[in-house]
């Protein structure tokens, strides 16, 4: 069964993005993000190849996903010489430093949009282990988005016969911006107002010297949690890990000697999609609401997180977290320099960030893929904008996986442990 | 003014959830366990924000126990059941 490709703009969030990683130049960081999904055993990669293949038709990359031009260049597949260059697959054993250090050498193997295609998929095995991993150039999809592409391509392995109808239709097609355009330009201009408000100068940087901007370092920890469902709901909710979060964020700014009175802005990206369906496989369909955290000095996680979800609340009275989206999508009309005229600061590149992600269940529909058992995985981001870092949690399972990832020397690993150490407190979990 | 019947809460936040929250494809009925349905706790204050706005109440942080968050119908039961602040 071959279906028509479908046209997925660009959206604001992509554009911002691409553009900060192109304003970095040649050499520039890595703007990999990393899907490793580990196996319990081998992949066959004959059928991945295949389902990859039959994929590739339906892929709206191909067709219209970056068709707007870009003031700063086209990117590779809009290039018409370089025509419809299907994603690479590799195939790696995997040596004595397992999963991690492939991961690694992934973020490290920069993926350049602008002059091959930004994915690749990896399959790894050896005596460490079975892993694939899928890793593309950021801007490209989100961490749901690329559960997404993973699914439709074990869906395609599950029904190998073109004649048999396809489970679930692809949904790639992006949603339009609702609403009228005059509407849509009062809510831009409130994000825009809400930026100037938050971040009026520059956020303090995490790191003692200008920091090398290329290297981005993970570091990963396994748990598990608890099995009472009432606090296993209360402590997944946005707020709390927030809290949990902003607490580990201040345990690094004291050691750092940077003062509790020092509020930080911590952003958190929330899903738009409706619930249910992981919507379209490509772009960031995150809208960004800046959580002005106060230092929590007096330790009290629960307080802070009734006071973000105080705040929150506020955001979604007040369609904060819309005005935002607008304000993000307008980047489409608007050269990059406006944004820069909202946060003067930002165009320097001299800004420190940090970051905090809940991906939730990783595949919660699929035990296996490409039949060999799933039996864990987790995401990890190379954290733009840098320098930069992250807290980024998934679930897999009855795992609990959390990887601190950071960039330059904004973290150390004595920093990267005493956040793991907070984060398993605060959630009560326990070491794997 | 009269406490609203429940059922006619229910019914209404159904529809917000299939309007606002939930995709076509996955719609929520009165009973359906809200969590399992994917209703996370970014998509739960939305709908705690439509209960204040048209019932003018808010459920404290206290209250969101599993009881009453529940489904549609055990979030209409504590609205139906409380006092506007």
Redesign the interface.
């Known amino acids: 069964m071959t279906l028509p490709p479908r046209a997925t703009a660009l959206l604001g969030p992509d554009v911002i993005l691409l553009a900060m990683e192109r304003l970095a130049g040649s050499g520039a960081a890595s703007g990999n993000a990393v899907l490793a999904v580990e196996l319990g055993g081998s992949l066959p990669r004959e059928r991945v190849e295949r389902a990859l293949a039959r994929f590739l038709p339906l892929c709206p990359w191909l067709g219209g996903r970056l068709a707007r031009p870009l003031p700063w260049g086209k990117l590779f597949w809009r290039v018409p010489a370089r025509g419809p260059t299907p994603p690479p697959l590799l195939s790696t054993s995997l040596a004595a430093d397992g999963v991690p250090g492939l991961v690694d050498r992934e973020l490290a193997n920069r993926l350049d949009p602008w002059r091959e295609p930004p994915l690749r998929v990896t399959v790894a095995s050896g005596d460490a282990g079975a892993a694939l991993i899928l890793t593309w150039a950021h801007p490209l999809m989100d961490p749901r988005g690329s559960e997404y592409l993973l699914r439709l391509l074990a869906d395609l392995d599950d029904h190998p016969d073109d004649a048999t109808p396809w489970p679930r239709p692809p949904l790639l097609t992006a949603p339009g911006d609702a609403g009228a355009w005059r509407e849509r330009g009062a809510l831009a201009s409130r994000g825009a107002a809400q930026l100037r408000e938050l971040a009026p100068e520059p956020p303090l940087s995490l790191a003692a010297a200008r920091p090398d901007r290329r290297s981005t370092v993970p570091r990963h920890r396994r748990f598990r949690f608890s099995a009472e469902p009432a606090v296993d709901r209360m402590k997944a909710s946005v707020p709390w890990r927030l809290a949990v979060v902003a607490k580990a964020m201040t345990a690094i700014w004291m050691r750092r000697g940077l003062g509790t009175n020092v509020p930080f802005l911590v952003p958190v990206s929330v899903d738009r999609r409706r619930r249910g369906e992981p919507g379209p496989v490509l772009g960031n369909y995150l809208a960004f609401h800046f959580a002005r955290c106060p230092a929590p000095v007096d330790g009290d996680t629960a307080a802070l997180a009734r006071k973000l979800r105080a705040d929150l609340a506020e955001a979604v009275r007040r369609d904060d977290l819309e005005a935002a989206w607008a304000g993000m999508s307008f980047a489409r009309y608007r050269p990059l320099r406006g944004m820069f005229r909202e946060l003067p600061w930002a165009a320097s590149g001299d800004f420190c960030s940090f970051h905090f992600a809940d991906t939730g269940p990783l595949l919660p529909e699929r035990t296996d893929v490409f039949g060999v058992p799933v039996i864990g995985g987790y995401h990890v981001a190379g954290v733009p904008p840098r320098p930069g870092a992250g807290v980024f949690f998934t679930r897999a399972g009855t795992t609990e996986n959390v990887v601190v990832s950071w960039s330059g020397d904004v973290l150390d690993d004595a920093d990267a442990d005493e956040i793991a150490g907070i984060v398993q407190r605060e959630m009560s979990w326990t070491p794997v | 003014m009269a406490p609203a019947p429940v059922d006619a809460v229910t019914a209404a936040i159904v529809r917000f959830l299939n309007a606002q929250?939930?995709?076509?494809?996955?719609p929520v009925a009165a009973d359906d366990e809200l969590?399992a349905?994917?209703?996370?706790?970014?998509?739960l204050?939305?709908v705690?924000?439509f209960l204040?706005r048209e019932y003018g109440i808010w459920v404290p942080?206290e209250e969101l126990?599993?009881d009453v968050i529940r489904s549609a119908r055990t979030l209409a039961a504590y609205v139906t059941g409380a006092r506007p602040a």
């Open positions: 929250i939930m995709a076509e494809t996955n969590a349905a994917g209703v996370d706790s970014m998509a204050l939305k705690l924000v204040e942080d126990t599993d």
